[in-house]
Structure formats: structure tokens, C-alpha cells
């Protein structure tokens, strides 16, 4: 695949485009290995203008390994509400209290120990290795892949884990020994701005010359990706239950599986129960008798693999909780709870 490619000048151009026109951003004012993971694990899936506050909210909360190693999981989740992918941060957290119990808070340096941490795949590992150690190691993610598949003219299915392999050897064959922070950096750069994934600027391309794809004509026929499932799509009933005193009954989501760890207000799936027998599901599950059923609102959510479609109801309940993993809440306890984006907006209709 690289046979009569112009290594050496593509190495070139791609750094010094890099060097001269790269965005500002916070994670790039110094190597730190330990900001770089952070932004790392939060720009996957994630815009990076959504990203920003974030990284800095987080860093402020939590600036060393060592304060998120023993920082409590909640106040972690509550400083990642908003940002999704939860699992995210649980990992991280574990792997920055393995970092520094195992490695005097120092972040390896190397692919074995790196690639052994909790959360940290060959993406994530080869930029921090890159980026914070000048090692060159590929970073591989959706963006590289559709900037070299249109630079090589590679006409394999990047949805495939198998092409990920390839495109891993191309890049350590690519990579600049001298500058592999700026090689990996900029071909993400140019898979975020110019490169993209719908009407490549081609003409602000500094790598057009060596680009096979855009010689073609093929730029917007690659990369090849075949589509993914349809997402599953689950309806429930979202109840905002306030007790005379004004509180309101939250419940934390099991430790383990989606948005775990994380507090919402009751859901009842509609496909289980119909909206007459709601009083009597909510009497077995929390105890509670309620009355005054009101839809406020209806709101979508969706995940990677699956849509929320909520009806948000309000009403009015009095009793003793039962429920093990449910509380009542005032309005400023809630403040302090981590919910999930669509449970924050059904917050807004307290």
C-alpha cells in the first residue's frame, strides 16, 4: 500500500501544516500525560467545543492522579454529567487509582503497561504515548482511518475490527520518529478540518498531492463503512413524585450496565405496564401511593444502540419509600445528585 508513496514528504507536509495552523486548545498547552489522558478519554464520542469546559471544570476539580484516584465516584460523575458515555469516567478513575498505587502516580510509558489500564484501547494508549512521550505509536480512531483511506486509496470496511490492524501497521510505518506527537495530532487535525466526513475540503488539503483518493475522484466514495444496526427504540413513563413536604423521589441505577451509578426519577416501562395500572406498579415498587397523573412533556434520548422515548408525568404521593435504592430529595439535594442528560431535562419540570 505505501509503494511509490513520497513517505518522507508526506511526514513533512502534514507536521508543518500542523505546527502552523493547529487549533488552541487547553489539553495543548504542555505534554502532561495526565491532562492528555483526560482529554483523551472525554473527546471520545465527543465534540471538541462540548469537550472544553469539561476538561477544564474537571482538571479544576480534580488536577492530579491522586486526586482523582480518591475523590468520590459521585463527585466524579456529577463533574462528567452532562458529557455522557459514563462508563467513561468510572474507567478512568480506576485506572488513575491503579496508576498511582501501582506507579507512584506516574503514567507508564510504555504499550504493555499503558495498554493493561482500564479504558485505555490501542487509540487512546498510542496517543498518549505520542502526544505526552514522543513515542511513536499509532493512534488509530474513525478519523485517521477515513483521512488514510482517501490518502492510500484503501478500500477496506473501517466498521470491520480487523481494518483497524492495518491501518495500526500503516501508521508505524508512516509515523515520524522525530515529531510523532505532531504526526498523530495532525492527522486528526485534519480528519476534524479539512478531511471530513461529508464534503472534504480538498482544495485546503496541505497532503492533497499525495492523496490517491482526490487523483481519482474517489475523495467522497471512501472511506467504505457498512452501516450499523438500527437502534431499538423503549418507551417508559417518567415519573416526577413529589411528597407534601416538596421533595421528590430519585432512585440510583444499578452499579453495573447503562448510565450505572447514576440517579433518575422512576421509569415505567410502557411496553409492561399500561398508564391505568402506573398507581398500582409504583405501590409495588416503591411503596408510594400516588394520584393526579399529568403529562408535561415528551422527550427523546438516544444512546449508540438504543432510543428513550419518555413520557414525563408529574404527580403526587405520600407513604412510606420502600424501594432500597430510592430516596426523597429536596431541590437543592437533586443539585448535587449526577443524572444523566435526559433525566436533567425532566428535571427542568420541577
Given at each position: 500500500m505505501l509503494e511509490g508513496f513520497d513517505l518522507e514528504a508526506f511526514r513533512q507536509d502534514l507536521i508543518q501544516w500542523f505546527q502552523a495552523e493547529q487549533r488552541i486548545l487547553p489539553w495543548r498547552e504542555n505534554q502532561d500525560p495526565y491532562r492528555v489522558w483526560v482529554s483523551e478519554i472525554m473527546l471520545q464520542q465527543t465534540r471538541v467545543d462540548t469537550v472544553i469546559p469539561y476538561f477544564q471544570n474537571f482538571l479544576e476539580k480534580f488536577p492530579t492522579p491522586e486526586a482523582l484516584a480518591y475523590a468520590e465516584e459521585q463527585d466524579v460523575l456529577k463533574a462528567w454529567e452532562g458529557l455522557g458515555?459514563?462508563?467513561?469516567?468510572?474507567?478512568?478513575?480506576?485506572?488513575?487509582?491503579?496508576?498511582?498505587e501501582a506507579y507512584d502516580g506516574k503514567v507508564p510509558d510504555n504499550e504493555k503497561e499503558l495498554g493493561s489500564l482500564k479504558g485505555v484501547g490501542p487509540y487512546t494508549r498510542g496517543a498518549i504515548l505520542s502526544?505526552?512521550?514522543?513515542?511513536?505509536?499509532?493512534?488509530?480512531?474513525?478519523?485517521?482511518?477515513?483521512?488514510?483511506?482517501?490518502?492510500?486509496?484503501?478500500?477496506?470496511?473501517?466498521?470491520?475490527?480487523?481494518?483497524?490492524?492495518i491501518f495500526e501497521s500503516l501508521i508505524r510505518e508512516l509515523i515520524s520518529k522525530e515529531d510523532p506527537s505532531s504526526f498523530n495530532q495532525g492527522l486528526m487535525e485534519l480528519g476534524a478540518l479539512v478531511c471530513t466526513p461529508k464534503s472534504p475540503s480538498c482544495l485546503l488539503c496541505p497532503v492533497r498531492s499525495h492523496?490517491?483518493?482526490?487523483?481519482?475522484?474517489?475523495?467522497?466514495?471512501?472511506?467504505?463503512?457498512?452501516?450499523?444496526?438500527?437502534?431499538?427504540?423503549l418507551p417508559y413513563m417518567t415519573l416526577v413524585l413529589r411528597d407534601q413536604q416538596g421533595r421528590y423521589v430519585v432512585e440510583k441505577r444499578p452499579e453495573n450496565g447503562l448510565l450505572a451509578n447514576l440517579w433518575q426519577f422512576p421509569m415505567v416501562p410502557i411496553q409492561q405496564v399500561d398508564r391505568e395500572k402506573v398507581p398500582?406498579?409504583?405501590?409495588?415498587?416503591?411503596?408510594?401511593?400516588?394520584?393526579?397523573?399529568?403529562?408535561?412533556?415528551?422527550?427523546?434520548?438516544?444512546?449508540?444502540?438504543?432510543i428513550w422515548d419518555l413520557e414525563v408525568v408529574t404527580a403526587s404521593a405520600s407513604g412510606e419509600l420502600t424501594a432500597s435504592d430510592a430516596r426523597f430529595a429536596s431541590k437543592e439535594e437533586l443539585e448535587a445528585l449526577p443524572f444523566p442528560v435526559s433525566h436533567q431535562k425532566v428535571h427542568k419540570h420541577l
Amino acid at each position: 500500500m505505501l509503494e511509490g508513496f513520497d513517505l518522507e514528504a508526506f511526514r513533512q507536509d502534514l507536521i508543518q501544516w500542523f505546527q502552523a495552523e493547529q487549533r488552541i486548545l487547553p489539553w495543548r498547552e504542555n505534554q502532561d500525560p495526565y491532562r492528555v489522558w483526560v482529554s483523551e478519554i472525554m473527546l471520545q464520542q465527543t465534540r471538541v467545543d462540548t469537550v472544553i469546559p469539561y476538561f477544564q471544570n474537571f482538571l479544576e476539580k480534580f488536577p492530579t492522579p491522586e486526586a482523582l484516584a480518591y475523590a468520590e465516584e459521585q463527585d466524579v460523575l456529577k463533574a462528567w454529567e452532562g458529557l455522557g458515555y459514563y462508563s467513561r469516567a468510572r474507567n478512568l478513575q480506576t485506572a488513575v487509582r491503579e496508576v498511582v498505587e501501582a506507579y507512584d502516580g506516574k503514567v507508564p510509558d510504555n504499550e504493555k503497561e499503558l495498554g493493561s489500564l482500564k479504558g485505555v484501547g490501542p487509540y487512546t494508549r498510542g496517543a498518549i504515548l505520542s502526544i505526552a512521550y514522543d513515542v511513536p505509536s499509532p493512534a488509530v480512531d474513525g478519523n485517521v482511518m477515513r483521512v488514510l483511506s482517501r490518502i492510500l486509496m484503501i478500500e477496506e470496511d473501517i466498521a470491520k475490527p480487523a481494518t483497524r490492524k492495518i491501518f495500526e501497521s500503516l501508521i508505524r510505518e508512516l509515523i515520524s520518529k522525530e515529531d510523532p506527537s505532531s504526526f498523530n495530532q495532525g492527522l486528526m487535525e485534519l480528519g476534524a478540518l479539512v478531511c471530513t466526513p461529508k464534503s472534504p475540503s480538498c482544495l485546503l488539503c496541505p497532503v492533497r498531492s499525495h492523496c490517491r483518493a482526490f487523483h481519482e475522484g474517489k475523495e467522497t466514495e471512501l472511506p467504505i463503512k457498512s452501516s450499523k444496526k438500527k437502534q431499538k427504540r423503549l418507551p417508559y413513563m417518567t415519573l416526577v413524585l413529589r411528597d407534601q413536604q416538596g421533595r421528590y423521589v430519585v432512585e440510583k441505577r444499578p452499579e453495573n450496565g447503562l448510565l450505572a451509578n447514576l440517579w433518575q426519577f422512576p421509569m415505567v416501562p410502557i411496553q409492561q405496564v399500561d398508564r391505568e395500572k402506573v398507581p398500582e406498579w409504583v405501590k409495588d415498587h416503591y411503596g408510594l401511593d400516588i394520584e393526579l397523573l399529568n403529562t408535561v412533556d415528551h422527550i427523546k434520548h438516544t444512546f449508540s444502540h438504543v432510543i428513550w422515548d419518555l413520557e414525563v408525568v408529574t404527580a403526587s404521593a405520600s407513604g412510606e419509600l420502600t424501594a432500597s435504592d430510592a430516596r426523597f430529595a429536596s431541590k437543592e439535594e437533586l443539585e448535587a445528585l449526577p443524572f444523566p442528560v435526559s433525566h436533567q431535562k425532566v428535571h427542568k419540570h420541577l
